[in-house]
C-alpha cells in the first residue's frame, strides 16, 4: 500500500505523571470501509492486527499487523479498513497536568517488542475496569517502551521501566509488594529488571524496598502516634516477628527500643 511521505509529527508527549485511562479494549472494524474520529481530550493507543492505513493532519500512515500507533487529542482521525476483519488492542487515556514532555513517533513498527507490547495491552484490556492503577501503571510502561524506541534517544532520566518499577514501589510500599511482584506488574523478569534498576539507580528492588521502609519505618517510629502494629502495616510487613526481626536486622534493636531511644515524647 502507497501512502504519502509521514510529515506529520506528534506534539511532544508528557510522562512524568501516570495517564489516566478513559477507556480500553480489543475493537473491531470491517472492512472495506472508511471512518473518522476526534478525541478533545484523549490521546490514542493501537497496537494493530490488519492492513489498511490512517490520515491524520493531510498525512497518510500504513498500518500493519504488529504495529502501534500513538494519536494525540483534538485531531480528526480517518481509518480505513481494507480487511474484512480489522481488530486491534485500544487505549485511550488523558495526561494530566504540565509534565517533562518525550517525543514519540505517530506510528511504530514494534518488531522484536511485539510479545511484551501485545501482553501489555492485554493486560491494560483485562484490567482497567477492575484495577484502573494497575492498568495505568502498565500503560505508563507500555509509552516508556514506545519512548525509549525513538531515535535519537529521547530520554534524559531513568528508563521506562525503571521508573514505573520505582514509581509502583513507592506508590504500594504498605501493600507488602516485593521485587517478584514489581517485575511482574512492570512486564519483566525479576531478574531482567534487576539489572536494568541495578544499572541506573545503583541497587537492586529489594535493596530500594527495604531501604524506602528502614526510612519510613524511622520517621513513624520516631515522629507519629501510630502502635508499633501499625507501622508495621505502613511499611507493608503485618506479622510482628517479621517487623521485629526486619527492624533489629536494619536498626540493631527492636521497634519498640528504636521508639524508645528516639522519640522526642520518651526524652
Known amino acids: ?5 509521514a510529515v506529520f509529527q506528534n506534539p511532544p508527549v508528557p510522562l512524568s505523571r501516570r495517564p489516566e485511562i478513559v477507556q480500553a479494549g480489543l475493537g473491531e472494524h470491517h472492512g472495506p470501509r472508511e471512518e473518522t474520529f476526534e478525541f478533545e481530550d484523549a490521546w490514542q493507543l493501537h497496537l494493530y492486527f490488519w492492513r489498511g492505513e490512517f490520515e491524520i493532519d493531510g498525512t497518510r ?11 494525540p487529542p483534538g485531531q480528526p482521525i480517518t481509518w480505513r479498513f481494507t480487511d474484512e476483519h480489522c481488530d486491534h488492542y485500544f487505549v485511550h487515556f488523558r495526561l494530566p497536568g504540565k509534565q517533562r514532555k518525550v517525543f514519540i513517533q505517530p506510528s511504530n513498527h514494534v518488531q522484536r517488542r511485539y510479545e511484551i507490547f501485545n501482553r501489555l495491552f492485554r493486560g491494560i484490556a483485562a484490567s ?7 492498568a495505568e501503571i502498565t ?5 516508556f517502551q514506545l519512548a525509549d524506541m525513538q531515535e535519537p534517544p529521547v530520554l534524559q532520566t531513568l528508563p521506562g521501566a525503571v521508573e514505573t518499577a520505582r514509581t509502583l514501589m513507592d506508590s504500594e510500599l504498605s501493600t507488602g509488594i516485593n521485587a517478584s511482584q514489581v517485575a511482574a506488574r512492570v512486564g519483566y ?9 541495578e544499572e541506573h539507580a545503583g541497587q537492586t528492588l529489594a535493596q530500594y524496598l527495604a531501604e524506602k521502609r528502614v526510612s519510613l519505618a524511622r ?3 520516631t515522629n507519629s502516634n501510630l502502635t508499633i ?14 517487623l521485629n526481626k526486619f527492624i533489629r536486622r536494619h536498626l540493631g534493636v527492636s521497634p519498640r527500643e528504636y521508639r524508645r531511644r528516639k522519640s522526642p515524647r520518651t526524652q
Do not use: C
Open 1 to 5: 500500500m502507497k501512502t504519502s511521505r
Open 61 to 71: 500512515f500504513g498500518v500493519d499487523p504488529e504495529m502501534v500507533s500513538l494519536l
Open 128 to 134: 482497567y475496569r477492575s484495577n484502573p492503577f494497575a
Open 139 to 143: 500503560l505508563w510502561t507500555l509509552l
Open 189 to 197: 523478569s525479576r531478574s531482567q529488571l534487576n539489572r536494568l534498576f
Open 219 to 221: 520517621e513513624l517510629l
Open 229 to 242: 502494629a501499625q507501622v508495621g502495616r505502613r511499611i507493608g510487613i503485618r506479622e510482628p516477628h517479621h
